[in-house]
């Protein structure tokens, strides 16, 4: 019965979305959309007897314990920021545990392509890479944005996390099958 329901991978790619573009522009993951997005997990459960992806209340469970403990150690150590911790187990609670692997090995990979861009750019390396910045720095648009994420600054590995379960979702698991 859940099967049927075909709204429900537009619904969470439209949630990856929007922690995507706001992790992206911000550099934070309110905890009103990962609220959000357990709510509607769990009224999937009571109404139509399955989760989103149609997994059982044991697999949401074991996903959220399992994406909380493996990042919960990087914040401890300050390697990881609160909402990437919160966003991954919410990745666990809908997705299950099958799912973590490689969304964290596709996320991972492009948070490393993130900072080497990053890395290039100041090295010098890549002068027009350089003028574009400066101009687009000059935008008004993107000083609001700077504004808006105060001193907050790094990567934006929620935003990668989201494109990747969103690649899960949309059966991107073939993507991660060539990597291992």
């Not at 109404?47 to 990087?74: E, Q, Y």
């Not at 100041?122 to 609001?144: C, S």
């Amino acid at each position: 019965m859940l099967n049927n329901f075909s709204s429900m991978p537009t619904l969470f790619l439209a949630f990856c979305s929007t922690i995507f573009f706001y992790d992206y522009l911000f550099r934070r993951v309110p905890n009103v959309f990962l609220l959000i997005a357990i709510t509607v997990q769990l009224a999937c459960f009571m109404l139509l007897g399955g989760g989103l992806n149609g997994i059982g209340w044991v697999s949401a469970l074991s996903g959220f314990a399992v994406g909380m403990a493996f990042f919960l150690p990087l914040y401890a150590l300050r390697a990881m920021a609160a909402g990437d911790v919160k966003f991954f187990a919410v990745i666990g609670f809908l997705l299950g545990p099958g799912a973590l692997l490689p969304v964290f090995l596709i996320a991972s990979l492009l948070a490393a392509v993130h900072a080497l861009m990053f890395y290039i750019s100041r090295l010098g390396f890549a002068p027009n890479l350089q003028m574009a910045a400066v101009r687009f720095q000059r935008w008004r648009p993107y000083r609001w944005v700077l504004e808006k994420r105060g001193n907050r600054v790094g990567i934006p590995y929620a935003a990668y996390l989201a494109v990747a379960a969103g690649l899960m979702q949309m059966n991107g698991a073939w993507i991660v099958s060539g990597l291992i």
